[in-house]
């Protein structure tokens, strides 16, 4: 039976190395499971009013696509030791409206990258967070941190084999 897995990347730049861990995930990805990463580049600013008119068309396709994906990859970049505005605001806009909302007993997994020794570590526990509050299944092990994201890939390829296999093990 085909297993589908949804990736949204918190990073809007063509040349995301977190974008690239989700490439990574598609590569590795066990036989049967297939890896859709999301476009969030149309999504606007959070705003109650714009939400009580009705959705935008992008949200409205990730909210679509987050709720029927059997499982979400949330691959984060870490700004100023947290969440990238672009994540977080994908998220508030999936979590509404609130009962009942997609990412509720959601399998997600969490990966990230950045140019920092921790690779992501912090930004990913202020995700965890936000996950505990939409009541997703939150994977706990194996985590994916890849830090000195530059020397990790080549040429938008993940090319470090610990990281790859990480992200394996994640998947499977
Ligand atoms: C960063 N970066 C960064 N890196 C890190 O390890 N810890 C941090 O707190 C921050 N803070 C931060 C803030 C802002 C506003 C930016 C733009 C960047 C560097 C970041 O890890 C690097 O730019 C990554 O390449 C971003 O991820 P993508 O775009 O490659 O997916």
């Known amino acids: 039976m085909a297993f589908s897995i949804l990736g949204i990347s918190g990073s809007l730049r063509a040349a995301s190395f977190n974008?690239?861990?989700?490439?990574?995930?598609?590569?590795?990805?066990?036989?049967?499971?297939t890896v859709e990463i999301a476009d969030i580049t149309g999504i606007p600013l959070?705003?109650?009013?714009?939400?009580?008119?009705?959705?935008?068309?992008a949200v409205e396709t990730l909210r679509q696509q987050v709720a029927a994906a059997d499982a979400v990859i949330l691959a984060t970049?870490?700004?100023n030791f947290s969440?990238?505005?672009?994540?977080k605001?994908?998220?508030?806009?999936?979590?509404?409206?609130?009962?009942?909302?997609?990412?509720?007993?959601k399998p997600v997994a969490?990966?990230?990258?950045?140019g920092g020794k921790l690779g992501t570590a912090r930004a990913q526990y202020h995700l965890r967070q936000v996950l505990?509050?939409?009541?997703?299944?939150?994977i706990n092990k194996p985590e994916v941190m890849v830090g000195g994201a530059a020397s990790a890939f080549a040429d938008g390829k993940l090319t470090d084999e610990t990281a790859?296999?990480?992200?394996?093990?994640?998947?499977e």
């Not at 974008?19 to 499971?33: C, H, I, K, S």
């Open 132 to 138: 505990v509050f939409l009541n997703a299944h939150v």
């Open 110 to 114: 969490i990966m990230g990258a950045s």
């Open 164 to 171: 790859r296999d990480l992200i394996r093990q994640q998947l």
């Open 77 to 79: 970049p870490e700004y």
């Open 46 to 57: 959070y705003d109650e009013d714009v939400y009580q008119a009705g959705f935008p068309a």
């Open 19 to 33: 974008t690239g861990l989700l490439r990574a995930a598609q590569e590795v990805a066990p036989d049967g499971v």
């Open 83 to 87: 969440i990238s505005g672009p994540m």
């Open 89 to 105: 605001n994908a998220i508030d806009w999936v979590s509404r409206p609130p009962m009942p909302q997609a990412f509720n007993e």
